[in-house]
């Protein structure tokens, strides 16, 4: 018998985790963080996972990303074990780390661990490679690819005669960026499936590379700026390389945190679908270091990559207060936009609201659909193939929602909730 524990993600997406009890092993798939956002786009306190009882003896890491990574130093302060994940997800995950902690200190919030806890915590990340064995005590753990950013993993744990399989955030389809997840697995008895777009289909692929780069080269030609503003890391390079398939001949800025998860991405390029392709993008890219450098580059044409992804702040903010009148240029959000965060409450008043501003943007608005999320359909088609006996759903607002349309079809499927989140296998 094993025992699984939801600990967060719970008909939501924010602060991830996962507690797998064999018996004689217990194991953690994820520990992430929830920011809280207000009405105003101001962040509040993070919401962590719930405390997890007893010593942990491994945590598995499906891929850097706050909302799995987040609160993985609180985790670790009381349990000094072991944390598995792909190479290039340790210097990606110290760097949100430690930016998280920067925010929290500008924000006036306090967060439940310091720079002393992430560099401990980071220490001891051990990497694996995919579809290799590791093992904890009497249990087996094989990470495949998923598909999501370089480095993401789907977990298999087998135990007790059982396999679960987690997916983290996962991808089916290629992108410029990274190869889709694995889809040759080994039977399962139990899958825990992320979400986050069981309700819906992405807009095709091809067509909102051909409506970024209709967007930029519009700007261009009225002579105006193209602000795009990205998450740091995925969403930039993915952008970067698009850019570079179509043919970059005008000048290309990268700004903010975009900038070093560019830099450590391509140092582990062997995660990339394309190796080299980073490299031949950037040559192409010049970086800005310093407000003199922002203020000197707007006076002419170009395209700018910034962060953040939903305008929460970084230099996007900066550009957006010096350019919202200027009907030449444009904004283009490349991802979704969380409700309560500027990037929402733009495409949804028109207004880009912060706690310094209250700007009417006269500016084009785009949002494009670049998401590395699985869609319904291929999601679907992934648990077909699969044919797990139990399906856990999390990580999405419509969990529920998607495990009884599951259960229609003849799954055994449930999405926990936080009265009912302790299931045996």
């Known amino acids: 018998m094993i025992q699984l524990s939801f600990l967060g993600a719970m008909s939501a997406v924010g602060a991830s985790g996962v507690l797998v009890d064999t018996g004689s092993e217990k194991i953690v798939l994820d520990y992430g963080a929830k920011i809280q956002n207000e ?37 670790f302060k009381d349990n000094r074990c072991p944390i598995y994940a792909v190479d290039v997800a340790k210097p990606l995950t110290q760097m949100l780390l430690h930016d998280s902690l920067k925010i929290s200190k500008m924000e006036g919030t306090t967060l439940p661990f310091n720079k002393v806890d992430v560099r401990k915590t980071v220490k001891n990340f051990f990497p ?32 007790n005669g059982k396999n679960i399989l987690y997916t983290g955030d996962m991808n089916i389809e290629a992108t410029m960026l990274v190869k889709g997840a694995d889809t040759k697995l080994p039977k399962v008895d139990a899958l825990i499936t992320e979400c986050t777009y069981s309700n819906r289909d992405h807009i095709d692929r091809k067509r909102e590379e051909k409506t970024l780069v209709r967007l930029v080269n519009s700007t261009l030609a009225n002579d105006g700026i193209a602000v795009v503003s990205c998450f740091a890391i995925g969403r930039t390079q993915e952008i970067l390389l698009i850019l570079d398939k179509y043919g970059i001949d005008y000048s290309l800025y990268m700004d903010g945190m975009s900038r070093k998860a560019t830099t450590i ?74 409700e309560g965060t500027p990037g929402r409450i733009l495409m949804e008043t028109g207004k880009y609201i912060n706690e310094e501003v209250d700007l009417d943007l006269r500016m084009l ?35 529920e929602e998607f495990a009884r349309e599951l259960q229609d079809k003849g799954f055994n499927a449930v999405a926990p909730v936080a009265n009912n989140r302790i299931f045996r296998i």
């Open 39 to 75: 009405g105003s786009g101001r962040k509040g306190q993070p919401q962590f996972p719930l405390h997890v009882d007893g010593k942990v003896d491994a945590i598995c890491l499906s891929h850097c990303h706050l909302d799995h990574s987040g609160g993985l130093p609180i985790l």
């Open 128 to 159: 694996v490679e995919y579809k290799k064995v590791v093992k904890v005590h009497n249990a087996k753990i094989v990470n495949y690819d998923a598909g999501h950013i370089p480095g993401s993993m789907m977990t298999s744990i087998r135990a």
């Open 265 to 338: 991405i391509n140092r582990f390029n062997n995660r990339l679908n394309n190796p080299k392709s980073l490299d031949k993008a950037l040559k192409k890219v010049k970086y800005v270091n310093s407000q003199r450098e922002r203020k000197k580059i707007i006076k002419q044409p170009c395209v700018i990559l910034t962060t953040s992804g939903m305008l929460n702040g970084g230099p996007v903010a900066w550009y957006i207060k010096q350019l919202h009148n200027n009907r030449d240029s444009s904004l283009l959000l490349t991802g979704y936009q969380v």
């Open 365 to 399: 608005v785009r949002r494009l659909d670049f998401s590395s999320h699985v869609g319904r359909t291929q999601l679907l088609d992934f648990i077909n193939r699969l044919q797990p006996k139990q399906i856990f759903c999390v990580h999405g607002d419509h969990t």
